[in-house]
T-cell receptor, first 114, second 110 residues
């Protein structure tokens, strides 16, 4: 299996622009997670989906952030408008609903907002 | 709110030495995970601990879980330079997502 795939790997954008991050989970995995990693706050859960349905979005910072999962093999995380404080590495992870419940992480997208 | 605390946050050790990283968490859970992250890379799963008393070993690393004490340890035996990385513990409280510790940055000096 190719593992979790994320694109782009790097994104540099200007403040106020819209940014869309993409994720393809491992085939057969029915949970998908979006995390953000910064030096100041560490690894934080933003949102997760089960069977394409958002289950917990309490970690989404504010209304500028939105996430969708239109089908089992694709999810997006959108930031509109972007701000410099959104600069971080965004990870997507997936897992199955059966044990051992291990999450597999994608390579991440390094976002820089200038 | 679940809190996951790791210590130490930074560990510099010599090759050949032994050391232990501690992970404490604040609420009941019987699922604990250890991940490794190399600089600029993603997180790689090391161990999955699913019950009280669970012990897993892989090479020079051994992880254990004490759910009553809400404590997990990651023991490093005879450290080598290749083990230099940041190690995270993470707890699943049933929300199905993970809450991560702050990470322990391990530096093994030759």
């Amino acid at each position: 299996d190719a593992g979790v795939i994320q694109s782009p790997r790097h994104e540099v954008t200007e403040m106020g622009q819209e940014v869309t991050l993409r994720c393809k989970p491992i085939s057969g995995h029915d949970y998908l997670f979006w995390y953000r990693q910064t030096m100041m706050r560490g690894l934080e859960l933003l949102i997760y989906f089960n069977n394409n349905v958002p289950i917990d979005d309490s970690g989404m910072p504010e209304d500028r952030f939105s996430a969708k999962m239109p089908n089992a093999s694709f999810s997006t995380l959108k930031i509109q408008p972007s701000e410099p404080r959104d600069s971080a590495v965004y990870f997507c992870a997936s897992r199955t609903s059966s044990g051992p419940y291990e999450q597999y992480f994608g390579p991440g997208t390094r976002l820089t907002v200038t | 709110e679940l809190k996951v605390e790791q210590n130490p946050l930074f560990l510099s050790m010599q090759e050949g030495k032994n050391y232990t990283i501690y992970c404490n968490y604040s609420t009941t859970s019987d699922r604990l995970y250890w991940y490794r992250q190399d600089p600029g890379k993603s997180l790689e799963s090391l161990f999955v601990l699913l019950s009280n008393g669970a012990v897993k070993q892989e090479g020079r690393l051994m992880a254990s879980l004490d759910t009553k004490a809400r404590l997990s340890t990651l023991h490093i035996t005879a450290a080598v330079h290749d083990l230099s990385a940041t190690y995270f513990c993470a707890v699943d409280t049933g929300r199905r997502a993970l809450t991560f510790g702050s990470g322990t940055r391990l530096q093994v000096q030759p």
